[in-house]
């Protein structure tokens, strides 16, 4: 800033009302017009050249990019798993965006855990994109030879984790930061300690009625380029504000930690980012939640039922008898095998527990009384994970 130019006085802030779903209207930023629109154009940017699997992720992976510009402000550094099930779901097309988008790109295909905490350095780091990734972590056996690279991406998810090393002639013991953000694309799921650490975007194939835009190098990139100056200078004339900001979390502890600094991204452009960041964070988090504990079921048990209501021609309610009858029928389900008795009322009572959904004494036709659930209960976690019925197939994508 030029001795000359005086320094505008601090104000408060001021709050506009933003709802977030699942939570009480909490107070939200004024719209930062500039933020929001370079945000949005961001958004659309990736959305040209990669199909995401749901708006929640165009939203996470934009969000991820934009706090890239900021890391020496957040206490903690994100991970991006980029992860999908084969070849050709879009991860090294999204990587390669996300190096033009980012702050400092330092891209590796397979590097040592001492040739990265090296290049990190001190100060202002740069942003860690690692493509391939399975080629470290894809097997037990050839993880087991890579821990070093692990705890070297776990210890970097927070500050003040040094790792330390002797070196020189001198064999004088050198601390080498670790604290960085960093994109991780590979086949299958990473470690659990860095899925952990991580906004998963789960890539699929793209079907052939989904459509993308070209990307050429010497066109498309200095096109996202531009767009990346533009959005490291919004980021750096709010930095004090950032700095200062202690943005309302709809999760706790790792997640949290995780999502903060997306959140805080959201909240500094304010508009309808809020609201779409914290979307994305619940969704997103409740999803890999369920398939941490139980492999994927609490979404999986939402599309089954969702089909069950379906063969009974979508009644406005179901008794529980009949809805588990058809669960443990079908023999491409996990349910028949849930326990020795298949799944019962209170394994479904389980399942259904995050959702809120509990069954409960209805009338039935014939002016029958049972235990039963309604189409109705189910309509907003269809919406929120499961997707469209045409598509559905078995564990769902968040939001796809």
Same mark, same amino acid.
């Given at each position: ?82 992860? @999908? ?261 209170? @394994? ?53």
């Amino acid at each position: 800033m030029d001795e000359a130019t005086p320094k505008t006085p601090s104000l408060p802030v001021q709050w506009l009302p933003t709802a977030v779903p699942g939570q009480p209207t909490v107070p939200g930023p004024a719209p930062d017009p500039e933020g929001e629109e370079v945000l949005d154009q961001l958004r659309d940017t990736i959305r040209r050249y990669v199909v995401m699997p749901s708006d929640e992720a165009l939203t996470a992976t934009t969000l991820w990019a934009a706090a890239t510009h900021l890391q020496t402000v957040w206490q903690h550094a994100p991970r991006l798993a980029v992860v @999908g099930p084969a070849k050709r779901c879009g991860k090294s097309r999204l990587l390669e965006v996300l190096i033009e988008a980012v702050h400092e790109p330092l891209i590796t295909v397979n590097a040592s855990a001492a040739a990265i905490f090296r290049s990190i350095g001190e100060g202002d780091p740069p942003t860690l994109l690692v493509d391939e990734v399975d080629t470290i972590f894809g097997s037990a056996k050839v993880a087991e030879k890579n821990e070093e690279m692990r705890g070297l991406l776990n210890a970097g998810h927070q500050r003040n984790r040094p790792t330390l090393r002797v070196t020189g002639p001198n064999h004088e013991v050198v601390k080498f930061d670790t604290f960085a953000m960093a994109a991780l694309a590979g086949i299958g799921d990473l470690p659990d300690t860095i899925m952990d650490r991580s906004v998963v975007i789960r890539m699929r194939r793209r079907a052939e009625s989904e459509k993308v835009s070209a990307w050429r190098y010497g066109r498309d990139d200095l096109a996202v380029r531009e767009l990346r100056t533009r959005l490291a200078a919004w980021l750096a004339s709010v930095r004090e504000k950032a700095l200062a900001l202690e943005p309302k979390m709809p999760v706790e502890d790792r997640a949290a930690d995780t999502w903060a600094p997306l959140i805080s991204v959201a909240d500094l452009a304010g508009g309808h980012w809020p609201v779409l960041a914290r979307t994305a964070c619940t969704t997103m988090t409740d999803y890999e939640s369920g398939r941490d504990d139980d492999g994927g079921l609490k979404i999986r048990i939402l599309v089954d039922i969702r089909r069950a209501f379906a063969s009974e021609g979508d009644q406005p309610a179901i008794r529980t008898g009949r809805l588990l009858d058809i669960l443990n029928a079908d023999p491409e389900a996990p349910w028949a095998e849930y326990s020795p008795k298949g799944l019962t009322s209170r @394994g479904l009572q389980i399942l259904l527990k995050d959702y809120g959904i509990k069954s409960a004494n209805r009338r039935f036709p014939g002016g029958t009384q049972a235990k039963g659930y309604t189409h109705a209960q189910f309509a907003d976690a269809w919406t929120r994970y499961c997707p469209p019925e045409a598509a559905a197939t078995s564990a769902a994508e968040p939001g796809a």
